[in-house]
């Protein structure tokens, strides 16, 4: 189960990830309502775990957010305000469960696997196509205008996410935690290393580059016919 807790508290949001892992599940963390919201956007999650008072952005927003933009993953708020209209105002907001604060670490782990289970998981997309660039995950292959590219992994996984977020721009951090898995910045230049060997494996001779650099931000994967 792939679950993103957002939660501003340090110590409680390690004490949650640590409980997630140590069930077998695989926790992201987020530690304001922006970043939460971001992350939430852009991966395919389980279940969500948002407190529900965070900084920069509050969880029941984020919740009304992902809803407005069609997004229906299981969302579980975490709360100090658990009078019945507080949980009412949770659940209208578009969350799946609510619970108040202090609870249980077993209870909230049930909460959210029922919830993942409740779920029906739509057939997974295998394949992504942007212009004459193709990726397919089940195979393993690229193909650019019919043709083979070979790709490394740690490239494949790049082009994948890339291409999975078409049309948006993708942050570095956004790269470094879904295609490094790094929670920190290693103030390297490991991106630029590798956007520029895909670039040249994918953008290389072709009339329409793909891969585009959006200064200050981040990079963004169109077509731009």
């Known amino acids: ?13 390690a004490f ?23 992350y939430a956007m852009s991966d395919d999650f389980d279940v969500l775990v948002v407190d529900r008072m965070l900084p920069k952005r509050d969880g029941l927003s984020i919740i009304a957010a992902l809803r407005e ?13 658990g009078e019945v209209d507080d949980r009412v105002a949770g659940l209208r907001a578009g969350s799946d469960d609510y619970l108040p604060k202090p609870y249980a670490f077993s209870e909230l782990l049930a909460r959210a696997e029922v ?48 291409m999975k ?3 948006q721009v993708v942050t570095r951090t956004m790269l470094l935690e879904k295609v490094w898995d790094y929670h920190f910045d290693p103030q390297t230049n490991v991106i630029d290393v590798h956007i520029s060997r895909l670039r040249s494996k994918i953008d290389k001779g072709q009339d329409k580059p793909l891969i585009q650099t959006v200064r200050g931000a981040g990079y963004v994967l169109r077509d731009t016919a």
Do not use: C, W
Not at 16 to 36: L, Q
Not at 120 to 142: F, K, M, N, W
């Open 16 to 38: 949650i990830v640590k409980g997630f892992r140590e069930a077998g599940h695989a926790p992201s963390y987020a530690a304001d309502g922006e970043t939460g919201l971001e």
């Open 115 to 162: 919830l993942a289970r409740r779920t029906t998981p739509g057939e997974a997309q295998t394949t992504y196509h942007v212009g004459d660039l193709e990726l397919d995950r089940l195979s393993h292959t690229v193909k650019r205008a019919g043709e083979d590219i070979p790709l490394q992994p740690r490239e494949f996984r790049l082009l994948e996410f890339l």
């Open 165 to 167: 977020n078409a049309g």
């Open 69 to 81: 933009q069609g997004k229906q993953t299981p969302a579980l708020i975490l709360s100090a305000l």
């Open 1 to 13: 189960m792939k679950v993103l807790i957002i939660e501003d508290d340090v110590e409680a949001a």
